[in-house]
T-cell receptor, first 115, second 110 residues
Framework: DAGVIQSPRHEVTEMGQEVTLRCKPI?????LFWYRQTMMRGLELLIY????????DSGMPEDRFSAKMPNASFSTLKIQPSEPRDSAVYFC?????????????FGPGTRLTVT | GEDVEQSLFLSVREGDSSVINCTYT??????LYWYKQEPGAGLQLLTY?????DMKQDQRLTVLLNKKDKHLSLRIADTQTGDSAIYFC??????????FGTGTRLKVLA
């Protein structure tokens, strides 16, 4: 398996623009997680899905952020409008709900810079 | 709320052992994980331990868990320059959510 795939790897945009980050989880995994990593706040869980349904979005910082999972192999995280303080690395991770350990496997991340 | 804490930096000489420490607050944490993040990359799962275990060994890695003190450590034997990275501790209770620590930046000196 190719692992978790994220695109784009780097995104530079101007304040006020819409940004869409994409994620393809590992095939067969039924949980998908979106994280944000910054120097100041570390790694924060934004939202996670189970079987394409959002389970916990309490980490989504504002209404400017939205996430969807239209099918088992694709998810998006959208920021509209973007602001400079949204600059961070955004990670997607997936895991298999069966079993006990529920290891999460991370993608390489998308580095977002909002100017 | 739930919290996981780690020291920010650790510096060791090549060939020495590294010990990275982590404390957590949620006593219901059932699984504890160690992840490694190299520059420009995502987090890579290194190992995990179940809360009813005291120790787990996997090649150069040894995980020790003191459940009473809610203290977790990762020992890397014979540390190499390739081990230089950020190491994250994470705790998981009864849900699928992980609580990650701040990460410890390990620097290995040649």
């Amino acid at each position: 398996d190719a692992g978790v795939i994220q695109s784009p790897r780097h995104e530079v945009t101007e304040m006020g623009q819409e940004v869409t980050l994409r994620c393809k989880p590992i095939s067969g995994h039924d949980y998908l997680f979106w994280y944000r990593q910054t120097m100041m706040r570390g790694l924060e869980l934004l939202i996670y899905f189970n079987n394409n349904v959002p389970i916990d979005d309490s980490g989504m910082p504002e209404d400017r952020f939205s996430a969807k999972m239209p099918n088992a192999s694709f998810s998006t995280l959208k920021i509209q409008p973007s602001e400079p303080r949204d600059s961070a690395v955004y990670f997607c991770a997936s895991s298999l709900g069966q079993g006990e350990t529920h290891e999460q496997y991370f993608g390489p991340g998308t580095r977002l810079t909002v100017t | 709320g739930e919290d996981v804490e780690q020291s920010l930096f650790l510096s060791v000489r090549e060939g020495d052992s590294s010990v990275i420490n982590c404390t957590y607050t949620d006593s219901s944490s059932t699984y504890l994980y160690w992840y490694k993040q190299e520059p420009g990359a995502g987090l890579q799962l290194l190992t995990y331990i179940f809360s009813n275990m005291d120790m787990k060994q996997d090649q150069r890695l040894t995980v020790l868990l003191n459940k009473k003190d809610k203290h977790l450590s990762l020992r890397i034997a014979d540390t190499q320059t390739g081990d230089s990275a950020i190491y994250f501790c994470a705790a998981r209770g009864g849900t699928y959510k992980y609580i990650f620590g701040t990460g410890t930046r390990l620097k290995v000196l040649a």
